[in-house]
């Protein structure tokens, strides 16, 4: 046999197999990108123009998450996909809808093109649902139509259809555009995963739902739930809210491991920072028994084959050599991502090409990982939107007598609908509350609410939605926020009039962002002014900011898990029970505006 | 809740769930030919133009055969696909290469159209070995280039690229047109499947064949190479051979059943209508101690995933509705076979609308299956095919003359090369011998081996191929066969010429077929007048004449678990060791013509 010639030998680690979930001892060469053999024999029948020893390391290949929006960072797809590197994530599939309710299709593709020099592959979701639910309900910058879901779906880096929220409408009528999009679809390619998004749905609904094409849910789930999904063929992808004790051992008991994946959905810049992304949640299953090779594979085969990458997902020749070198596999620490067979990233040292990610010797960089981007580095140039971008928020300053609300009550009071936030959910209750009215104007300050308000700010006739909050929510000054889902209108709540003004204007002046102001003063803000939704900074510095209003929030007694997910989700009409959006009060079950006063 | 409709409702089944791998007792609903619905509550919800009533019966998906051909059965596609719906079979991946040595890109043109009226569904696999090695070394009626296969990929009833047989070939040489092919399909498709056929490949040859992307194997392994293949990443397919206890205890063992599937590869008529196609070894299976959850998962849910079908394999809403009900899971005896939510097959009564396939109300037809087609019934029309296929065997009669074999020797004696059949294998070994030469020629009558030889038959210059054979074949008269693989040149070998040539004539006037000759008297013969290896009668008729063939050549001397797959295969040169084509006697691993003469 004459000698084999490869780019790449990686020595001596201990290779991951996907198929026995178990590692082996081998050399690996690569070639052109790929995997040519695992040589367990280690027969040195492959040279290589390099090597790397890799002995006494783990190898295992590059994550996928197939379910996440990198939006939800408030970062630029190049921003993101760099830190992406660090957390051993080579390949993600991206829906784009926060952008795309910004600018529609336009918004998706600058998004795909502002990814386009990633070190990582980013795929796409086509964007389903924007608006979340209808232009009656909510006021978006741009609409995502039929034909544009078929021309994007030509696209060789879309993989799927995005989630479809509007579930509860799509079982009961099927005369919607949707609908016949996705028959259409389905007739023409069996093979195309539709992503779906169907939280609480049971029996003869989830059917209705799963008879249309739609294979794919990574909402949170009971038991009942999650048990129905995995029996009627939904490849289930567990996100951190569903990474419990008892679903892990579930899927264990039932023999359930190839139709489940591990995604992020949404991962917030400071998080990402602090914790990391996809390897957060290996890390966290190992926590909770999961062996790392069961781990592993679904972090990376199974995301693979659910999302027909069949490229990739394994070591193994003729694959993507995609893959991680780990010094420790209990801690699962990331110490080289590399892509195609290239080192894209390793501890200590910037593979990026992009100069902004050297990391310092911390020990362990897996589970506490704070960014050291060279300070006052200006942004790259792949991070930038076209100059529309940074004009998006299309509000004057607005006077302090916007938030006296005007009521009618003959007897001095009012039953008035009440959002209540509650820990542990992004979903609302409603309940109802009795509050004073006086002068033809509702007395909602020291009522023990909050006063909300939606500005709708695409410049299509300056709509404001109110609404009230209690709960689990901030109990003094303001907060005020452009990223806002889905239709990221600008919202803002608080106690009283002058820290929303406040608040609210300092958005409008960064043409985009968040901030919380108390006592007349601005507390932490963070600017986003790339489409009112995302930074054009560095991940550590957006991460430190927005680290900065969630102790701000906090401060001010918001008590949830994530603060910044429950206040910025009030806006979206697609989750239960009570939301407010530009239009007003949503009853999410019912579909439909009611008014604040109840009754 | 609205009342739901349906087409068809199966009440009270037992219903395989491919997820959890158990029966659950459950009405399922039909609608437009999908699973609308698995309601184990049987709450009544949906409403159906028609009803089943399945209590006490089984109901599991339609078995799906990813890797066979149909030619093998020596039956057109029309009359395969009838008796397939009775064994379960609702869908195939058929690979027409054997016509396509016949008559080339027409020829699979030919066989695709001639299934288009099926019951079942029948994807294609792309031929990707015509001829099976190279035009130097077999003579066939057709090739299939390139262009080809490109083309043909373009067919939405091509499901992936056939057995890739020439793999000594092609992981030694890297400009070969085939290999430039498949690279380039890896380049655009990172999905499509690729069938390989590479016995005995190991380690680094293994991976070499891998890299270029072809990632199944069928063929028979050691328990090292099945190690190996699976550790690899390539999907197993099962077949009869590999079906042996060691080899399921050890895919149990570590936990491999996610990563193979069954599959019939050959299937000849006799077999085909005693002991039945997927469904005889979805029975075999369970003998061998595997469940029956198990082995219906590895004969539907595997199998579809393999081939990216995910429209079907499965009982769950939105998969098309292709199941089975079954008397009794133990004896996997079928009852009925709905196609698309169809009733195509039921026992006793005949759906397939061709009026040929009634049947006998046999207690256990799963394990023992008497056909009992209306004699003397036409041909259907889709058994046609174009009048030109009925005059495919552009030979001569032949004089005994031919069958004497000139040879120069000086000592009156020669060392000669001997293809020796050994039971067990379609492999041959090669043996060398002493055998008497006299007036030049050779002494090979009574010499304890038989004279074979190979007509080329396609019009291209009348080559004839000598060898010898020995072994456990026959021992006194002579056998011929237009249907011996791959080329189907016309293949006589026998004890004496005068039984040659009565056989050999006897396949020349047939226009095609088998005859088995002895003592000056033909003894069996079954006509394959359709490109000289398909009969147009319907399976019944062309199983019991086959098994007269059977009989025949056992009664003779051959001693082999399938003599008519071992003589046909006499004649291929992509497996070992010693084979015979028109060309002359093929040194298969070395991949060159070699002299009977040895040294």
């Given at each position: 046999?004459?000698?084999?010639?490869?780019?790449?030998?990686?020595?001596?680690?201990?290779?991951?197999n996907?198929?026995?979930?178990?590692?082996?001892?081998?050399?690996?060469?690569?070639?052109?990108?790929?995997?040519?053999?695992?040589?367990?024999?280690?027969?040195?029948?492959?040279?290589?123009?390099s090597?790397?020893?890799?002995?006494?390391?783990?190898?295992?290949?590059?994550?996928?998450?197939?379910?996440?929006?990198?939006?939800?960072?408030?970062?630029?797809?190049?921003?993101?996909?760099?830190?992406?590197?660090?957390?051993?994530?080579?390949?993600?599939?991206?829906?784009p809808?926060?952008?795309?309710?910004?600018?529609?299709m336009?918004?998706?593709?600058?998004?795909?093109?502002?990814?386009?020099?990633?070190?990582?592959?980013?795929?796409?979701?086509?964007?389903?649902c924007?608006?979340?639910?209808?232009?009656?309900?909510?006021?978006?910058?741009?609409?995502?139509?039929?034909?544009?879901?078929?021309?994007?779906?030509?696209?060789?880096?879309?993989?799927?259809?995005?989630?479809?929220?509007?579930?509860?409408?799509?079982?009961?009528?099927?005369?919607?555009?949707?609908?016949?999009?996705?028959?259409?679809?389905?007739?023409?390619?069996?093979?195309?995963?539709?992503?779906?998004?169907?939280?609480?749905l049971?029996?003869?609904?989830?059917?209705?739902?799963?008879y249309?094409?739609?294979?794919?849910?990574?909402?949170?789930?009971?038991?009942?739930?999650?048990?129905?999904?995995?029996?009627?063929?939904?490849?289930?992808?567990?996100?951190?809210?569903?990474?419990?004790?008892?679903?892990?051992?579930?899927?264990?008991?039932?023999?359930l491991?190839?139709?489940?994946?591990?995604?992020?959905?949404?991962?917030?810049?400071?998080?990402?920072?602090?914790?990391?992304?996809?390897?957060?949640?290996?890390?966290?299953?190992?926590?909770?028994?999961?062996?790392?090779?069961?781990?592993?594979?679904?972090?990376?085969?199974?995301?693979?084959?659910?999302?027909?990458?069949?490229?990739?997902?394994?070591?193994?020749?003729?694959?993507?050599?995609?893959?991680?070198?780990?010094?420790?596999?209990?801690?699962?620490?990331v110490?080289?991502?590399y892509?195609?067979?290239?080192?894209?990233?390793?501890?200590?040292?910037?593979?990026?090409?992009?100069?902004?990610?050297?990391?310092?010797?911390?020990?362990?960089?897996?589970?506490?990982?704070?960014?050291?981007?060279?300070?006052?580095?200006?942004?790259?140039?792949?991070?930038?939107?076209?100059?529309?971008?940074?004009?998006?928020?299309?509000?004057?300053?607005?006077?302090?007598?916007?938030?006296?609300?005007?009521?009618?009550?003959?007897?001095?009071?009012?039953?008035?609908?009440?959002?209540?936030?509650q820990?542990?959910?992004?979903?609302?209750?409603?309940?109802?509350?009795?509050?004073?009215?006086?002068?033809?104007?509702?007395?909602?300050?020291?009522?023990?609410?909050?006063?909300?308000?939606?500005?709708?700010?695409?410049?299509?006739?300056?709509?404001?939605?109110?609404?009230?909050?209690?709960?689990?929510?901030?109990?003094?000054g303001?907060?005020?926020?452009?990223?806002?889902?889905?239709?990221?209108?600008?919202?803002?709540?608080?106690?009283?009039?002058?820290?929303?003004?406040?608040?609210?204007?300092?958005?409008?002046?960064?043409?985009?962002?968040?901030?919380?102001?108390?006592?007349?003063?601005?507390?932490?803000?963070?600017?986003?002014?790339?489409?009112?939704?995302?930074?054009?900074?560095?991940?550590?510095?957006v991460?430190?900011?927005?680290?900065?209003?969630?102790?701000?929030?906090?401060?001010?007694?918001?008590?949830?898990?994530?603060p910044?997910?429950?206040?910025?989700?009030?806006?979206?009409?697609?989750?239960?029970?009570?939301?407010?959006?530009?239009?007003?009060?949503?009853?999410?079950?019912?579909?439909?505006?009611?008014?604040?006063?109840?009754?």
């Amino acid at each position: 046999m004459e000698t084999e010639r490869a780019d790449l030998l990686v020595r001596g680690a201990k290779v991951y197999n996907s198929y026995f979930k178990r590692f082996v001892t081998a050399d690996v060469p690569v070639r052109g990108g790929k995997f040519l053999y695992i040589d367990s024999r280690r027969s040195g029948a492959v040279e290589a123009d390099s090597t790397v020893d890799a002995e006494g390391l783990y190898m295992v290949p590059g994550l996928i998450d197939i379910h996440m929006h990198i939006e939800s960072s408030m970062l630029t797809p190049g921003a993101f996909c760099r830190r992406l590197a660090e957390c051993g994530v080579t390949t993600i599939v991206s829906e784009p809808h926060e952008m795309a309710n910004v600018n529609g299709m336009q918004g998706v593709l600058d998004m795909i093109r502002a990814g386009e020099n990633s070190p990582v592959d980013i795929f796409y979701g086509i964007p389903s649902c924007v608006p979340s639910t209808s232009p009656e309900l909510e006021t978006t910058g741009g609409i995502i139509t039929c034909e544009d879901m078929e021309g994007l779906k030509e696209n060789p880096w879309v993989a799927c259809v995005g989630e479809v929220m509007n579930y509860r409408t799509i079982i009961r009528e099927n005369q919607l555009e949707i609908t016949r999009f996705l028959k259409g679809l389905r007739e023409k390619d069996r093979m195309f995963p539709i992503e779906g998004h169907c939280p609480a749905l049971l029996d003869l609904d989830l059917a209705r739902f799963l008879y249309l094409g739609i294979n794919g849910d990574h909402t949170e789930h009971s038991m009942e739930e999650l048990e129905q999904r995995f029996a009627n063929g939904m490849f289930m992808e567990i996100q951190e809210k569903m990474l419990r004790r008892e679903v892990l051992d579930y899927i264990r008991a039932h023999g359930l491991e190839e139709h489940f994946c591990f995604v992020t959905d949404d991962v917030m810049a400071d998080t990402f920072c602090t914790q990391g992304h996809l390897d957060a949640l290996v890390r966290r299953a190992m926590e909770l028994g999961m062996t790392a090779e069961q781990a592993v594979y679904n972090a990376s085969f199974t995301p693979a084959r659910r999302i027909n990458l069949l490229d990739r997902g394994a070591i193994a020749p003729g694959k993507i050599a995609d893959f991680l070198l780990l010094s420790d596999l209990d801690a699962f620490a990331v110490g080289a991502t590399y892509k195609n067979g290239k080192c894209i990233w390793s501890r200590g040292e910037d593979r990026t090409g992009q100069g902004s990610m050297s990391r310092d010797g911390a020990e362990r960089p897996g589970t506490e990982r704070t960014g050291t981007e060279r300070p006052g580095a200006e942004p790259d140039r792949d991070m930038h939107f076209p100059e529309s971008y940074y004009h998006s928020i299309r509000l004057e300053f607005q006077e302090q007598s916007r938030f006296a609300v005007p009521m009618e009550s003959d007897s001095g009071k009012v039953m008035v609908r009440v959002m209540e936030i509650q820990d542990g959910s992004t979903k609302t209750k409603e309940t109802i509350r009795k509050m004073p009215v006086k002068d033809g104007f509702l007395q909602w300050e020291g009522s023990g609410c909050l006063l909300a308000a939606v500005f709708e700010r695409y410049g299509g006739g300056q709509a404001v939605g109110y609404g009230l909050v209690t709960g689990d929510c901030h109990k003094q000054g303001a907060v005020a926020t452009s990223y806002a889902h889905d239709c990221h209108n600008v919202l803002v709540a608080g106690a009283n009039p002058a820290d929303m003004k406040l608040a609210l204007n300092r958005v409008i002046e960064m043409q985009g962002g968040m901030a919380v102001a108390d006592g007349g003063k601005i507390q932490a803000e963070l600017p986003l002014p790339v489409g009112g939704i995302l930074s054009d900074r560095p991940a550590r510095e957006v991460g430190e900011k927005l680290a900065g209003i969630r102790r701000a929030m906090t401060s001010q007694g918001y008590r949830h898990y994530n603060p910044i997910m429950s206040f910025c989700t009030l806006t979206l009409p697609a989750s239960p029970a009570l939301k407010l959006t530009d239009k007003g009060l949503i009853d999410v079950k019912a579909c439909k505006i009611v008014p604040l006063k109840a009754e």
